[in-house]
């Protein structure tokens, strides 16, 4: 379960109000992924230089601005933005060795161009890089980031364990989907509004935050790889379920599907006429609609919690960007 549509389907001028801040991410960023190996820059480089508007980013520089954070540490928020965008792109790359994905936004993947060993040392890089840029931090945020690192790998594993089970239930699917994809978003929520000098509560609040975009995030992207088209979401339709990935859609019909459950059990995802059949059960508008209904109620989540915020110009663009991720076809 990747997040690879991410750079199709990222948010539309909700990050103009941070363009300097984002401009600043990616001048970052270019730094940062320069090595003294050149197959490890170029791999880097190709990962990330232009891809997408950075959701993370555009994300943790909203919340900083709109807790009050002032210029005077901006730069520190910008590496933090830098850092967790090097960790998210770090899993990107491992994420592609463990699913042998050919492609990534519409292109050939990194592990499909340069291979499984050199693909696995430039994830290594990013996340050195990353800890490298956010280690003089204070000890809590540095915490902060280490422990969404841990969840990541363990959500990663246990996404692993669930592979090919027709029996994973929504609480399983919820608890790989916090630790591989919220955890991020929630610590980026977290560390944003601590740099910015607010209260415990508020930080805790926007963790909170970042959780239920992250959560809807990724519940819109398994709607989209089983409906697509390709050259929108970036990937081969179904990847996910070619990976025997337990996906929203995936976990919400095989619970009253035995045909889906068998056809899993088969191995049908591998076959023709078996794969295409698995998508038409999947395509079913009860199992969209109530898909859309549980990431609608994330999104509800976040428009609540966003009220403890003072009104902004940066609330404002957070709400277009929580209600952005709601809106994304599927």
Same mark, same amino acid.
């Given at each position: 379960? /990747?997040?690879?549509?991410? %750079? =199709?389907?990222s948010p #539309?001028?909700v990050?103009? *109000?941070? +363009? !300097?801040? &984002?401009?600043?991410v ?9 090595s003294?190996?050149?197959?490890i820059?170029e791999?880097c480089?190709y990962?990330i230089?232009?891809?997408g508007k ?5 994300f943790?520089?909203?919340?900083y601005?709109a807790?009050?954070?002032?210029? /005077?540490?901006?730069?520190? %928020? =910008?590496d933090?933005? #830098?850092?967790?965008e090097? *960790?998210? +792109? !770090?899993? &990107?790359?491992?994420d592609?060795i ?7 936004r519409?292109?050939?993947?990194a ?5 499984f ?5 430039a994830?290594?890089?990013l996340?050195c ?6 280690g ?11 422990r969404?690192?841990i969840?990541?790998t ?7 364990? &669930? ?11 919820l608890a790989?989907i916090?630790r591989?994809t919220?955890?991020l ?10 740099l910015a000098g ?7 609040a ?7 975009i ?12 089983i ?10 339709v179904?990847?996910?379920?070619r ?6 859609p ?6 009253n599907?035995p045909?889906l459950?068998a ?11 078996g794969f295409d ?5 999947l ?8 898909g859309r209904?549980?990431?609608?109620e994330?999104i509800s989540?976040?428009r609540?919690?966003i009220?403890?915020l003072a009104?902004s110009?940066?609330r404002?663009s957070?709400v277009a ?10």
């Open positions: 379960m /990747d997040t690879s549509a991410a %750079a =199709v389907n #539309t001028g990050e103009t *109000i941070v +363009s !300097a801040e &984002l401009e600043a990616e001048a970052t960023l270019a730094r940062l992924l320069d003294n190996e050149s197959q820059a791999i480089h990962l230089d232009g891809s950075r959701l993370r980013p555009t943790i520089m909203l919340v601005r807790c009050g954070g002032t210029d /005077d540490r901006v730069v520190d %928020a =910008v933090a933005a #830098t850092a967790l090097l *960790i998210h +792109s !770090a899993t &990107l790359l491992h592609d463990i699913d042998a994905g050919e492609l990534r519409g292109r050939p993947s592990f499909a161009r340069y291979g060993a050199p693909s696995l040392v994830g290594d890089y996340f890089r990353a800890f490298e840029l956010c003089r931090f204070e000890e809590s945020l540095v915490l902060t980031a280490a969404a690192c969840q990541l363990e959500g990663e594993a246990m996404e692993g364990r &669930l592979r090919h089970n027709a029996a994973v239930g929504l609480d399983e699917y790989v916090t591989k919220a955890s978003f929630a610590a980026g929520g977290r560390v944003a509004a601590q607010a209260p415990p509560e508020v930080a805790d926007m963790a909170r935050l970042g959780n239920a992250g959560l809807s995030f990724q519940m819109i992207d398994d709607l989209l790889d409906l697509g088209p390709e050259k929108k979401i970036g990937k081969p179904g990847s996910d379920l990976a025997g990935i337990p996906s929203l995936v976990v919400l019909a095989a619970k599907s045909e459950r056809l899993m059990s088969n191995g049908a995802a591998h076959d023709g006429a059949r698995m998508l038409a059960i395509r079913a508008p009860e199992i969209i609609a109530h209904k549980l990431a609608a994330q989540r976040a609540d919690i009220t403890a009104p110009a940066y404002d957070l960007l929580i209600d952005d991720q709601v809106g994304r076809e599927a």
